[in-house]
């Protein structure tokens, strides 16, 4: 991710897309340079579940690249909608959490599948992967804290299952997501975001031969903190696009 200035607004103002994302570019940069990190190492996607297509055609004329959808069935209706308006070079994120019977619509033209949070899933993207002569590139998602609300492996499952998650034809794993507990206070999701960077470090002594690039981690409320802690990727929906009837 490149520099970013501030953009310069009054009190007054609605920001408009374009200068949201500036904001949210800005404090992307701020955040790796506090923690020593280079931005480039930071993938900002935006979360655009619920939004009209017409605000990711704005905001990728102001050059975002990487967008996010919780449901495959929107996912796919807005890959379309950038084929059939000619707005190119988008990278599509399935985010949301996948049904096992749905697994065959996230193979696609899809960057990253964020969320392959069970070993069924894990072998039904393989199966429908390999049908079609495809691979899915996916994270697998880890539930470090342990919320009974919250889907992922748990850290020993994971490193259970892993040589067998591996061996899975069509599906190529690149590293590890999370989602943190929601919480007004940004710093609470930091030991949640530290422990799925240890396990990493961990995975990545254990299976040196793989490429562990990714930690997918930290929304609007703690994305900073995330990045302080490592991430790689964050999700931002809220401070982009505005507010939602639904959380992110």
Same mark, same amino acid.
């Given at each position: 991710?490149?520099?970013?200035?501030?953009?310069?607004?009054?009190?007054?103002d609605e920001p408009s897309l374009g200068v949201r994302l500036a904001l949210v570019q800005a404090?992307?940069?701020?955040?790796?340079?506090?923690?020593?990190?280079?931005?480039?190492?930071?993938?900002?996607?935006?979360?655009?579940?619920?939004?009209?297509?017409?605000m990711i055609a704005e905001l990728a004329a102001a050059g975002q690249v990487d967008f996010g959808?919780?449901?495959?069935?929107?996912?796919?209706?807005?890959? &379309?909608? @950038?084929?059939? %308006?000619? /707005? #190119? =070079? +988008?990278?599509?994120?399935?985010?949301?959490?996948?049904? *096992?019977?749905?697994?065959?619509?996230?193979?696609?033209?899809?960057?990253?599948?964020?969320s392959v949070d069970t070993r069924k899933l894990a072998e039904r993207l393989s199966r429908d &992967?390999? @049908?079609?002569? %495809?691979? /899915? #590139? =996916? +994270?697998?998602?880890?539930?470090?804290?342990?919320?009974? *609300?919250?889907?992922?492996?748990?850290?020993?499952?994971?490193?259970?299952?892993?040589?067998?998650?591996?061996?899975?034809?069509?599906?190529?794993?690149?590293?590890?997501?999370?989602? @943190?507990?929601?919480?007004?206070?940004?710093?609470?999701?930091?030991?949640?975001?530290?422990?799925?960077?240890?396990?990493?470090?961990?995975?990545?002594?254990?299976?040196?031969?793989?490429?562990?690039?990714?930690?997918?981690?930290?929304?609007?409320?703690?994305?900073?903190?995330?990045?302080?802690?490592?991430?790689?990727?964050?999700?931002?929906?809220?401070?982009?696009?505005?507010?939602?009837?639904?959380?992110?």
């Open positions: 991710m490149s520099e970013y200035l501030l953009p310069q607004t009054t009190e007054d404090r992307v940069v701020q955040a790796a340079h506090r923690a020593g990190r280079d931005p480039q190492e930071i993938t900002l996607v935006a979360v655009s579940k619920t939004k009209p297509f017409g959808e919780n449901r495959l069935e929107e996912l796919w209706e807005k890959v &379309a909608l @950038a084929d059939s %308006q000619g /707005v #190119t =070079g +988008l990278r599509w994120h399935a985010i949301g959490t996948i049904q *096992s019977r749905k697994s065959k619509q996230a193979v696609g033209p899809f960057a990253l599948v964020h &992967a390999s @049908a079609v002569g %495809q691979t /899915v #590139t =996916g +994270l697998l998602e880890v539930n470090v804290s342990g919320e009974e *609300s919250k889907h992922g492996f748990t850290p020993e499952e994971l490193l259970a299952d892993l040589p067998d998650l591996l061996a899975l034809p069509g599906l190529h794993l690149q590293g590890l997501m999370t989602m @943190a507990p929601l919480e007004s206070d940004a710093e609470a999701a930091r030991p949640t975001f530290r422990r799925l960077r240890l396990l990493l470090d961990e995975i990545r002594e254990r299976f040196p031969q793989c490429d562990w690039r990714h930690l997918s981690m930290g929304m609007t409320n703690d994305f900073e903190v995330a990045i302080e802690e490592g991430a790689t990727i964050v999700r931002v929906g809220t401070a982009i696009f505005g507010k939602r009837t639904i959380p992110e």
